[in-house]
């Protein structure tokens, strides 16, 4: 699972999500990518789940690229619980995505086989996505 080696503080605040992508919005390394098309936490294991995903259908073709860390903490009270006595324990590990941030890349392998594999992982985030490709996100798709 992917979390940071060490973190200067535990907990974070929540934070607004507001306004699109400043970096990460074009694809840069492959041929093809999975664009956000709006905000969202993902986790860790819907990180790794879409990866599986992405490197299952391609069968070891090509190379795929995670674009996103989740290095944001996600605290949770116990169940049942009440209200007070502080924050919760860190539950999970999240990645804050915003509009037009390029998740996975795909490269090194036929168009189909490329959009089949990101169709798959869209399915696995909790978030709406696209599949785009540097030709199409050049044009100011």
């Given at each position: 699972m992917l979390m940071p080696k060490r973190v200067k503080y535990r907990k974070q605040m929540?934070?607004?999500?507001?306004g699109k992508a400043l970096r990460g919005a074009d694809v840069s390394f492959g041929e093809y990518g999975l664009k956000a098309l709006e905000c969202g936490y993902l986790s860790a294991r819907q990180i790794e789940a879409a990866r599986r995903a992405i490197v299952h259908e391609m069968k070891r073709r090509g190379k795929v690229?995670?674009?996103?860390?989740?290095?944001?903490?996600?605290?949770?009270?116990a169940?049942?619980?009440?209200m007070g006595?502080?924050?919760?324990?860190?539950?999970h590990w999240v990645a804050v995505i915003r509009p037009?941030?390029?998740?996975?890349?795909v490269g090194g392998?036929?168009?189909?086989?490329?959009?089949?594999?990101?169709?798959r992982a869209r399915f696995k985030l909790g978030i709406q996505s696209k599949v785009v490709n540097k030709v199409t996100l050049g044009e100011g798709s």
């Open positions: 929540r934070g607004r999500m507001k690229w995670v674009r996103v860390f989740p290095d944001k903490p996600y605290t949770k009270r169940a049942e619980t009440r006595k502080g924050k919760g324990n860190v539950d037009g941030r390029v998740m996975f890349e392998t036929d168009a189909e086989s490329a959009q089949k594999a990101l169709q």
